[in-house]
């Protein structure tokens, strides 16, 4: 039997009930550790659970920022210097990853606070996460500010990917499973995967 929970429902739950359970109801997600630097050689690290794939030509992913009516250092990190990482979680590191949920202040690095390693190659001004199996180096593109509730849509392109090498198939594939990708649930629940199946393209 299904219970049902309406609108009106979840407008009078408490807001942090509510808060667990919308985020869960969309199901497994992709989470990431967002890596950057400020002009000042500061760094920073956040967790992100809301990425979304764009396009692939040009190699463009975004993801949302809660509203700016507080101080985000990944958002301003992200705007002055146009440069940052996604790094996948792992088994090794979905804890410390977790961590840097937690509210630091701008002079403490989460890298330092969650024991993570900064990892710099390539150019790149923004530092990877040295423990992450699947590392991407991004390039900001576009900010779109959505009014429906004040949240930001950052919209990067893909400059540079790393990741195993018996993980890329010969169709570009990239098995995120072999690599040890985690996913989660909801604001603190992580899961494993085992792959069902992989399916041909759909055809008429």
């Keep these: 039997m299904k219970i049902q929970i309406s609108e009106s429902d979840l407008l009078a739950m408490e807001q942090r009930k509510r808060a667990h359970l919308i985020n869960s109801v ?13 002009t000042n050689s500061q760094t920073n690290l956040a967790i ?7 396009g692939a030509s040009p190699p463009l992913i975004s993801f949302i920022m809660r509203p700016d ?3 985000r250092h990944t958002l301003s990190n992200i705007l002055e210097t146009g440069a940052y ?27 330092d606070a969650t024991g993570l390693t900064t990892e710099y190659k390539n150019g790149c001004k923004a530092p990877f996460v040295k423990e992450s199996n ?51 649930t909801g604001l603190d629940s992580y899961h494993t995967s085992n792959r069902i199946d992989r399916l041909p393209y759909a055809k008429v």
């Design 85 to 111: 990482t996604l790094n996948h979680l792992n088994e090794n590191i979905y804890k410390q990853a977790h961590q840097t949920s937690a509210r630091y202040p701008k002079e403490i690095s989460e890298f």
């Design 48 to 54: 992100i659970t809301s990425i979304v794939h764009i």
């Design 26 to 38: 969309g199901g497994f997600k992709s989470v990431c550790l967002i890596g950057t630097i400020d």
């Design 69 to 71: 009516s507080v101080e």
């Design 134 to 184: 699947v590392q991407l180096e991004v390039e900001f593109k576009q900010r779109i500010d959505l009014t429906i509730n004040n949240t930001i849509l950052i919209i990067g392109e893909i400059k540079n990917l790393y990741f195993p090498e018996n993980c890329l198939q010969e169709d570009g594939y990239l098995d995120i499973e072999k690599a040890g990708t985690i996913s989660c």
